[in-house]
């Protein structure tokens, strides 16, 4: 039985070689392969070995000898920073307490100071700017990864119900980074707090934090099996996915005792709204917006975060039609 | 939400973006895979729970393409139940919508490999139909040309600005088209893997379920 099970983060296999017999590695974090393109390397069982491709549950790598491998992390679970650190964080950049550090961290305050600004208690800095297609939006909470992850819900659920398409983002202990189709020109906006109160328990049921509550849920019930995907099937085995069964529930059973519970989850990880508005109460309408031509110092690391949470919206299926035509076109065929 | 015209053997067709397809000309609308029954037939098998509504689900989405196409005749191209005594077990209350659906049309069932007995509820039964110039049957007998037929629950996977997409899709060439699972809780295959790959020209397409039917050359 699984019942009262906590569950292992998932790890996948790295294996050296061109297929599923190579020789095995060892093992890393699903969250840690995330990060991998083809060509990056990284440090295992003693060796540098390059990322080549990875299959359902393995990782295929190649051996390599370049001098600066990435290193694993083994993340486990993270626990959000505390009020109080953020508070002194914030401080410290109003009263310059951070001339101590090393060169390269005080430059890169410098950096932040001159392209946009440094964050401070009494407003909320939020940054926009363009990257690789997309457009971007950056809100510099200091509210603690949970906060400003229910943060991230919040400000994409309105943005997809004011049309502008959000495609996903992912959260940090300080910030929350949004990408999507169009440009916000008034990030002010997207703060309107009853706005914001009101959409909560609503879009709670829809969003993709939800779905990832039920799929561990569902596993631990037995109603989905784990790591199916990296066996072989046997004739009689099928594999669901969560986010269909979620839906169908959703549709046609919301109180099920699954869909409680699945709830009490993703609410006890977004428990932090109290923070958000404490965030919120402590600023008022003192948005500082910048619009930068380029991402900044302080939202750099949020493009490498992983954790991504991506939207299913009008973003997804607006880049579904630009894409299929152009694949279509290319191809050379005619309507 | 648009649709995608298309000729086949001359007869003028539509991939709606529900993935039934539609023959104006003869007002005859072709759904194929409903697998409706699976939650019960797992849960009778002893496989896991899955919510009973797939049937339900499913049936709301027939009844509005037939509604919206006004169609004079429905095509199951066959696994419409996912196992005989799946159709047996319907909740009556659904066997009823099965039968109000039917009622002033003709419906015409043809016959699976997971569903190949005759059927309890009402309409035809058979292996395959011809309506020349097209043919209808559950699975393609690689040959023939003008051929609809179901079976594979083709998919399209797409690599889209760093996400993966994967749709149920309809596999189009000059000689045959084959439709995607209509049903609820059917998984797929994907169109680059045998014998998908193998079985559609070169030139074949692959059109997208979804908001819209959206066309792209098949994924190979």
Not at chain 1, 313 to 328: S, V
Not at chain 2, 141 to 156: R, V
Request: overall charge neutral; aromatic content about 8%.
């Amino acid at each position: 039985m699984n019942a009262g099970t906590i569950q292992d983060t998932d790890t996948v296999k790295v294996r050296l070689g061109k297929n599923r017999a190579g020789k095995p590695l060892g093992e890393i974090e699903e969250s840690f392969a995330a990060t991998l393109a083809p060509g990056d390397t990284f440090l295992i069982g003693g060796q540098i070995v390059r990322f080549e491709s990875m299959r359902e549950l393995t990782v295929m790598v190649s051996r390599a000898a370049t001098k600066k491998p990435k290193i694993a992390t083994f993340m486990g679970t993270k626990f959000a920073t505390s009020t109080q650190l953020c508070d002194r964080i914030l401080t410290g950049f109003e009263t310059d307490a951070f001339a101590d550090l090393p060169d390269y961290t005080r430059h890169w305050l410098d950096q932040q100071r001159s392209l946009s600004r440094l964050p401070d208690r009494e407003s909320l800095l939020v940054e926009t700017f363009p990257h690789k297609d997309q457009n971007y939006l950056c809100v510099f909470g200091f509210a603690g990864r949970n906060a400003q992850q229910t943060l991230g819900l919040l400000l994409t659920n309105r943005m997809e119900t004011l049309g502008t398409a959000p495609m996903g983002f992912v959260a940090t202990d300080y910030a929350t980074l949004i990408w999507g189709l169009d440009k916000i020109d008034t990030p002010e906006d997207l703060f309107d707090k009853s706005a914001l109160q009101n959409g909560f328990e609503t879009w709670l049921s829809s969003n993709a934090v939800m779905k990832q509550a039920f799929r561990s849920v569902a596993t631990i019930a037995g109603l989905i099996e784990r790591n199916l995907l990296g066996l072989r099937k046997s004739g009689r085995q099928a594999s669901f996915s969560s986010d269909i069964l979620y839906d169908t529930l959703r549709k046609y059973d919301p109180d099920h005792l699954l869909m409680r519970i699945a709830q009490t989850e993703a609410l006890s990880g977004l428990v932090d709204y109290g923070r958000i508005n404490a965030m919120l109460e402590r600023v008022g309408d003192r948005i500082e917006h910048r619009h930068l031509p380029h991402v900044s110092p302080f939202a750099a690391p949020l493009l490498l975060e992983v954790g991504r949470i991506h939207i299913q919206g009008e973003g997804i299926e607006r880049i579904l039609d630009a894409e299929t035509k152009a694949l279509f076109q290319a191809a050379g065929l005619k309507e | 939400m648009t649709t995608y015209p298309f000729s086949l053997s001359g007869a003028r067709l539509e991939a709606l973006p529900s993935g039934g397809l539609w023959w104006p000309d003869r007002r005859i609308l072709v759904v194929s895979d409903l697998h409706l029954g699976k939650a019960e037939r797992h849960a009778r098998r002893g496989g896991p729970m899955l919510p009973p509504y797939e049937t339900r689900d499913t049936l709301f989405r027939l009844e509005a393409d037939i509604t919206r196409t006004n169609a004079q005749t429905m095509i199951c191209l066959g696994d419409s139940f996912d196992d005989n005594m799946s159709e047996q077990n319907l909740p009556d209350d659904e066997k009823l919508w099965i039968a109000r659906l039917q009622a002033g049309r003709k419906w015409i069932w043809i016959t699976g490999n997971h569903d190949p007995g005759p059927l309890e509820l009402g309409g035809s039964h058979l292996s395959e139909l011809p309506l020349p110039p097209l043919v209808f049957r559950h699975e393609t007998n690689t040959h023939s040309s003008g051929e609809i037929s179901g079976h594979f629950h083709p998919k399209a996977q797409l690599s889209v600005q760093g996400r993966g997409v994967s749709r149920p899709c309809f596999l189009i060439d000059m000689n045959r088209v084959i439709m995607p699972a209509y049903g609820t809780f059917t998984g797929g295959l994907g169109s680059h893997l045998p014998p998908l790959s193998t079985l559609m020209r070169p030139d074949a397409l692959a059109i997208l379920t979804g908001k819209s039917a959206r066309p792209i050359p098949m994924p190979r």
